[in-house]
């Protein structure tokens, strides 16, 4: 039986503000337990929300960067639930009016598995809303990495709380540090029909947030959490019964997660059963998903307008100023490096996967070339999507710590492009760079890397080796053309590699034919 899988994500992508959505509480990461939570944050009685400008600028931002609606009114509401970790009983959210609407992400689609090619997708967006982080709840034994016992600093739920208490298992420890969070949920419509597109999804929108700078992507950190809402049906069907896989912070774990959970909806259905709605959790130990609620609807939460926020509006003036705020995006740079600067369409891709590093391309091409140079705009691309990226890969750091910079690399692409130095040389330096720093100048003359591109010099030094080597002269001259690389490695080894490659080649083939 042929099954038609339907994916649809809700992403809470952390604001990059300095503090709180709702108060001027400090959003720094990993500060010690309930130190950042404010009277707003714990909800004291009498506190009254005030919001963040800087939060919805990067609401418009976002909305500007997709192509979509930016409510000239928006609403906030009070989505009611009891968590122990949210201090008021309600989370101030956006319902029925959210600040941004339908919009939509192109993606590129690299299927897991098989054959299949690449392609390209787009994916609609419903809707993007602010609204505020809760807090985080400790459990167990995980209370134990935390200040002294693990317990100090954190509010209890449960057991009252006393110094000869011992058994962390049994508790729970509540950090407000993360409530009041500002936060923009970024919802899809169910467009995605496989782990492959949902994963391609949630990085294009991971690199298009830190893109625009509203977000650092930091996903160990909690900075941006995906929740996968996945049915199966028959093609043609209306939609399956949702499950919603929350909380999932590793692309790696989102593809897992959509695969077991499809496999057991399908098995779940052909064996008689009946997929029941659900808020789901999936552990990376296991491979498993298992169920942790039924899944509320938004009649459930008991939406209202908030009465202490007056509805938030946005005029085309300020979605003007901050426009004139938005870098240039990546696909209009992509189609900039194809059109402008003759690359193809691959290495334009690769080059804006992040903003770090087409800013790094960008640096490292004025330093080299300050004029347009199309061979020069090929090579520098070579080096960071070859050398560069590789290297990176090695000792596990991206782009922004890169140990050698954009005017590092420039100044020894130059050196490659005026011939004083050979791709071999350019090796050297490169890993001199990386290793110790330095300027690629300095390296070249203190490492004796400047290639011989004195023609008397290497005629001399072909002279030499036609001489030595009469025997397989005679055999190149008589048909074997093969032996051309014989007579190139003999005389690289004769000048130690620093033999000018193009005016040795030239110089060969005419002494050769003579």
């Given amino acids: 039986m042929t099954w038609e899988i339907v994916i649809g994500l809700e992403v809470h992508t952390q604001l990059s503000t300095d503090t709180k959505i709702f108060s001027g509480a400090s959003t720094k990461f990993g500060a010690e337990p309930n130190t950042q939570a404010d009277a707003v944050s714990l909800a004291l009685p009498g506190v009254l929300p005030v919001l963040n400008r800087g939060a919805v600028e990067r609401a418009i931002k976002f909305g500007l960067a997709t192509g979509a609606h930016i409510a000239p009114r928006s609403v906030f509401a009070r989505k ?5 970790d949210l201090p008021k009983g309600y989370q101030i959210s956006q319902m029925d009016l959210p600040v941004v609407g339908q919009g939509a992400i192109t993606i590129q689609v690299e299927p897991l598995s098989g054959n299949a090619k690449p392609y390209e997708k787009t994916v609609r967006l419903t809707r993007a809303h602010l609204e505020e982080d809760a807090g985080k709840s400790v459990h167990g034994s995980a209370l134990s990495g935390v200040a002294g016992l693990g317990i100090a600093g954190l509010a209890v739920v449960g057991k009252p709380l006393v110094d000869e208490y011992r058994d962390l298992t049994r508790l729970t420890g509540i950090d407000l540090n993360r409530a009041g969070t500002p936060l923009l949920e970024i919802v899809s419509e169910p467009d995605m029909r496989s782990a492959a597109e949902a994963v391609a999804y949630a990085k294009a929108l991971h690199s298009l947030v830190r893109w625009i700078g509203i977000c650092d992507g930091n996903m160990q950190e909690g900075s941006f959490r995906c929740d996968v809402n996945v049915s199966v049906r028959k093609p043609g069907q209306p939609l399956g019964t949702r499950r919603e896989i929350k909380n999932l912070n590793s692309f790696k774990f989102m593809q897992q997660a959509i695969d077991y959970e499809v496999q057991w909806q399908i098995d779940t259905i052909e064996n008689g059963g009946k997929v029941q709605q659900a808020t789901i959790l999936f552990n990376p130990d296991t491979g498993e998903t298992r169920a942790m609620r039924s899944k509320e609807d938004a ?29 240039e995006l990546p696909q209009a740079k992509q189609a900039r490096y194809v059109g402008e600067l003759g690359l193809s369409a691959y290495d334009a891709s690769i080059l804006t996967s992040s903003r770090e590093m087409a800013d790094f391309f960008e640096a490292a091409l004025k330093a080299c070339f300050p004029s347009p140079d199309r061979r020069g705009e090929k090579l520098c691309a070579n080096w960071i999507i070859g050398e560069i990226s590789a290297q990176l890969n090695r000792d596990g750091l991206d782009m922004a710590q890169c140990p050698i910079s954009a005017q590092q690399l420039g ?49 001399a030094l072909v002279d030499e080796i036609i001489a030595g080597n009469a025997e397989k002269v005679a055999e190149y001259r008589s048909g074997k053309d093969k032996l051309f690389g014989f007579f190139v490695g003999l005389a690289m080894k004769a000048s130690k590699g620093k033999a000018n490659p193009a005016q040795l080649n030239d110089i060969l083939k005419k002494k050769l034919a003579a």
């Avoid at 009611?80 to 122990?84: A, K, L, M, R, S």
């Avoid at 008991?302 to 100023?321: H, K, M, N």
């Fill in 80 to 84: 009611n639930y009891f968590y122990p």
């Fill in 299 to 327: 009649h459930d939460y008991r939406y209202f307008p908030d009465p202490d926020l007056l509805p938030l509006e946005i005029s085309p003036e300020w979605i003007a100023e901050v426009r004139n705020t938005m870098p």
């Fill in 411 to 459: 100044g020894m692409l130059a050196r490659i492009a005026d011939g004083t130095i050979s791709n071999s040389g350019a090796k050297e330096v490169f890993r001199t760079m990386w290793a110790e720093g330095g300027d690629a100048d300095a390296i070249i003359e203190a490492r004796g890397l400047k290639q011989v591109s004195d023609s008397g010099a290497i005629e």
